[in-house]
DNA sequence: GTTATTGCAAACCTTTTGCATTGGC
DNA sequence: GCCAATGCAAAAGGTTTGCAATAAC
């Protein structure tokens, strides 16, 4: 476990007990994982994971325990185009755009500080209060495109945890 | 029925046609409620919708037109954060950019070239072949700020679309 | 001991498909 | 008449919940 993991999880602890919920080895079982494994991933990919060196834990215990994460602000649940939530750790500077490659299912985060900019003269045109926003480029990848892609199909299985 | 919604119609008849497929009355019905109902729906929307002034459709044929209508790129399927798809109508300069009312579920519909051309930029310097792009913004709009709202609780919750 | 949490199973909801019937051509 | 299209019903797949057993405090 990285330090920061481990400084997350502190965190997390904190909130837990701010919140008077009890914090069971479960919970900091999922949480660790959730913060150690970088990525976006949807809540059967962070199961199949976790279930791997905790074989009793119940998939239910890590969607509940995700929610969690993002009540407590730790956790993004991002949506792309195909139907499935997937969950980031929600760093505080982190913009949550991402360009997504349709063919492989790579996922790049990107950061553009000029549309941040442009977005909220736009919410400010239109009299509104932003509170968020998603924002998505889709296409394909150099290596997609000079068929070097492993062509994997979309939607990542749980051999692709840690692209 | 607008002339608009009429031109659009015919295209969609001149498309079946090419692709050999048959013109039924309820692809007809379909696609014309489609053309003339504006905003954002989803496949439950417009089935209540279409079903009211043609009560023997079923379901399943409203989902398959609208899968047509996306085929022969007359709509587009777009993703907010509650995971439901909803289909518009896919103007050829339409940019497919929303800011989104998370307490009425208004949705107004942006427009911004310089946005365009630094998505481009980004995508060029990851070396991506850009094919869409998903840009929505969130947030509370004047009225509901002010109370005026009409608190329909649409779409997600708060959590969903953390910053 | 009391109360929160877990995890199984099942419900739920949207999307998708199988298949017998209907209808366009 | 032939084959595509329809629509019912049910499957599929992800998300959410009820509840008895379990564990935290």
Known sequence: MTSVTNDF????????NRKGLNTTSQRCAIAAAFFDLPGHHSLEEFYQHIVRQDPGIGQTTVYRTLKLLCEAGF????????????????KPNSHHDHIVCLSCGKILEICNQRIEALQR??????????????????GCCADCRNGVGNDKGRAAEPEDLRK
């Open 9 to 16: 999880l502190n965190c997390f602890l904190q909130f837990m």
């Open 75 to 90: 956790a993004s649940e991002i949506h792309f185009s195909d139907g499935i939530a997937r969950y980031e750790v929600a």
């Open 121 to 138: 003269e736009l919410a400010a045109s239109r009299d509104f209060t932003l509170s968020g926003h998603v924002h998505n480029l889709y």
